[in-house]
């Protein structure tokens, strides 16, 4: 019990911690990132504490306080040292490469407690790359760096572990998850339930429909896919076993819904505040980029599902657990999420900072819940949902506290040594001058280097590495940044190591590889995407009103005539015939020429109707 106190008042106060910053702006860089990775690194300790349960808890213990206080003290040295960092060149002493150390292991050993081994494997892969990278031949060698200069790099300066990462994180993305936990416990998160479940719940496939629904709305604010599905799957999973579906159905449904939300506007996982700060761009540039591919992925796994609940006869949800529209709309759900969403918007429009926009947005969601909840709610259980929403916030920001500090630590690396530009040379190298195969060979090491890592983290490691090389064959930068962020971020369903399937398979108590086969097949479409970006520059919003009609056309192909080969769809009734339709309007689509995208919608369309005449007709 002392110890989930210890827990809550910390979540709670990070969460405190964020919202004041929010409110009156951070402090200076180096410090608002020290405080900020001090308080999440004793909550990380305190939230998975070494050998809990296990005899050996004692000696957990002493390991989990000796990397609390050298967290604390190696951040506490910054924040002091603040004005002696950032005005002169200071020389590494014993004290400061004792603190990195000690720090750099804290950090790395939390990831490997919340997210498991290959994320801390990769850090120190890159630390020892930079030590002992000269001993090396050929391509891969560098000029080698001493422990005083990497110390200097990572721990006395804003390039290393106090980068534009942790920056990114103790500020926007800490504004945004905090504006999300409060927003989904003042009652967002069973109006999106409810939501979902209305517009979904009767249509062929009603529950899975409504997972589909419900997990895009929670993750377009979540920054997790594994977090989302194990949040909404222990809803959604059990309602569609309970109606007859199959478990590992249901169990890819929910978690390629809940990896959809983390390519998806406004937050994509916290990764499109990242994304902005990298390219140097502002971030609604970013969500309108993003716009066209996340309606795509949503539109092709409902179509998937559709289809499949036609073939396989799956059933709705019953009227009696539907929720009316009155109780839906009721201003007590309503008001809350639209006076957050004009409070953000307001903050935007009056050219605020994304922090103080969300903080605006925060305050918009307070005022609403305190005028439709007074009187309904007393003070107190009022007041127990903030602190909940809190509490909520403060643990969410553990993992990506962690995950974006060690990451910056490998991008400081990779940066230091030049490996990031030496692979992109041997890929074009590889490839030559063809973006085709540049794209094809960046998309698959994206998969293998994406595996078993959240959305940002995995993001943060491929655009350093493996973005310039598709930009070096001429690539626009915000295209081939989207292209390796999905790529990454799809790594979550595809086998083998498919996390965000993992938890779901877990969650409908079904083998994780059928579960992992359906997962592939309900999000095809997202593997194609990316290269759409490529073809069709309209993809992104920008261009021409033709262009962006010609990347609308194409994408409505692809997410009719794959969802609807995968799953049998038929036209004409013969599988040759059709399956040759299907494949010659997917050629016709992703063949970038100005008629192509509009004759394979017209002929699937008129192969649709066609077909359903000739059908009528026989029967």
Known sequence: MTLQRVQRALAIFVGLFVLYTAATGPFEGLIQRALFLALVTCLGFALFPLGAGRPWRPAGLVVDLALCAVSVAACGYVVVNYDAIMTTLPWATTLDKTLTVGLVLAVLELGRRTVGLIFPVLVLLGLGYALFGNYLSGPLRHRGFDTAFVTETIFLGDLGIWGM?????????????????????TGGGQAFMDLAMRLGGRQPGGAAKIATIASGLFGMISGSAVANVATTGNFTIPMMIRLGYPRPFAAAVEAVASTGGQIAPP???????????????????????????????????????????????????????MPTWTSILAPRRVLPILSALGGLGIGIWMGRSISTSAFYGIIGLLIAFVATETGRLSIRQMAEKLFNGLEDAGKGLVIIGVLLAGAQV???????????????????????????????IVGAVCFIMGMGLPTTAAYVLVAAVLAPAMTAVGVDPLAAHLFVFYFATISVITPPVCVAVFVGAGIAGTNWLPAAGEAVRLGAVTYIVPFLLLLYPGMLLGGGPLDILEAVAAGLVLVLAVPALLSGAQLFGRKIFDVAIYV????????????????????????????????????
């Open 267 to 321: 937050i994509m996982g916290a990764a499109a505040f990242v994304m902005a700060e990298i390219l140097g761009v502002p971030y609604l540039t970013i969500i309108v980029a993003a716009i066209l591919p996340a309606v795509l992925f949503y539109f092709s796994v409902f179509m998937t599902v559709h289809f499949v609940a036609l073939r396989r006869g799956l059933a709705i949800l019953p009227d009696d657990e």
């Open 165 to 185: 990462l942790t920056g990114v994180a103790a500020t926007v993305i800490a504004a945004f998850v905090l504006f999300g936990a409060l927003l989904l416990h």
């Open 584 to 619: 010659v309007v997917i050629a016709l689509a992703i063949y970038p020429q100005p008629v192509t995208p509009f004759l394979a919608l017209a002929i699937l369309v008129a192969a649709h109707f066609s077909g359903r005449v000739q059908r009528r007709t026989l029967a």
């Open 410 to 440: 490998l991008v400081s690396m990779i940066n230091l040594t030049g490996i990031g530009v030496t692979l992109s040379s041997l890929i074009v190298n590889i490839a030559g001058d063809s973006v085709v195969l540049v794209a094809l």
